[in-house]
C-alpha cells in the first residue's frame, strides 16, 4: 500500500509541463480570503507544501509574499522556479515535506494547494505546527469534481467506459457526484483533532472550466489514477472517452469544480 501511494504521489513528476498547462488554477477570491482570514503581515513568510509547479504560488508572490516552496519532484520544481523567476522572494527547494528540516517559528503560514493529502496524516499538522509563529496560520486548500448541471449528464455516461475498461482505478468519474453545498469539510476533524489549532473556517468557491476533447484528455493525463494504468489500458480508456465527447457532446464538455479553503491558527 505505501508502495502504491509512493507511486502514484510521484506520478504527476513524469509529466510536470503537461501539468501546467492542463489543471485550472484557483479562484482568485480564494487567496484573498486566505490573505484576511490568516491575517498574515504585509511582506510576511510562507511555506508552501507541494508547490508542483507553482500555480498556486504565483497570486501569493503577486501579493508581495516571502515565500519558501517544498517540492517533493525535481521536474515539477524546475517548472514553478521557471514559471516564478520573476518572484526574487520565492524561493523553491526540492525535497520531501516529511523528511525536510523544519526551521521552528519561522513562518507566519503555511499553505498547500491539493498536495497536503499526500503527506502522512500522522506528521503533517504537527510538524506545521512546529514551523509557524505563534498565532501563524494553517491554510490548507485543494479542489474536487462536483456536480453541476451544465456538464449535461456527460460524467453520468462516461462512468460506463470507466467500468468497462479500467475499473481498478479511482478516477473523477467513479462515484455519484456531489453538489457542492453537500460536499464535507472532512479536513476539520483532522485539524481540530491535533489539539494545535484554533477554530476551523471553512471557505467554498464553486467554478466551472470548459473543455474541448484535446484540453480534456490533457487534463485526464496528469491525474495519478490515470497515470499508474497500463499504457494500452490507459490508451483504450482515453479513445473511448474522446470518442463520447466527439460524437455526443459535440466535442466540448463542462466540469464542475469545487475548491475548498480551510484556515486555522496555532494555538
Sequence with gaps: MVRQTNRLRESFNEAAELYHEARPGYPEVLFDDLVSLSGIPDGGRVLEIGCGTGQATAPLARRGYRILCVELGANMAAVARRTLASFPAVDVVTADFEEWPTEAESFDLVTSATALHWIDPSI??????????????????????????????????????????????????????????????????????????GPVTVRRYPFQVQYDTASYINVLNTYSGHRTLALDVRQRLLDGIAQLMDTQYDGRITKGYLAMLYIAHRS
Design 124 to 197: 503533517r499538522y504537527h510538524k506545521i505546527a512546529r514551523v509557524l509563529r505563534p498565532g501563524g496560520a494553517v491554510a490548507p486548500f485543494w479542489y474536487a469534481h462536483v456536480h453541476m448541471d451544465a456538464d449535461r449528464g456527460f460524467f453520468e455516461e462516461v462512468q460506463g467506459i470507466y467500468e468497462r475498461v479500467a475499473p481498478q482505478i479511482v478516477g473523477p468519474t467513479d462515484q455519484v457526484l456531489q453538489r457542492p453545498d453537500d460536499l464535507p469539510a472532512g479536513e476539520v476533524t483532522e485539524i481540530e483533532a491535533t489539539g494545535l489549532y
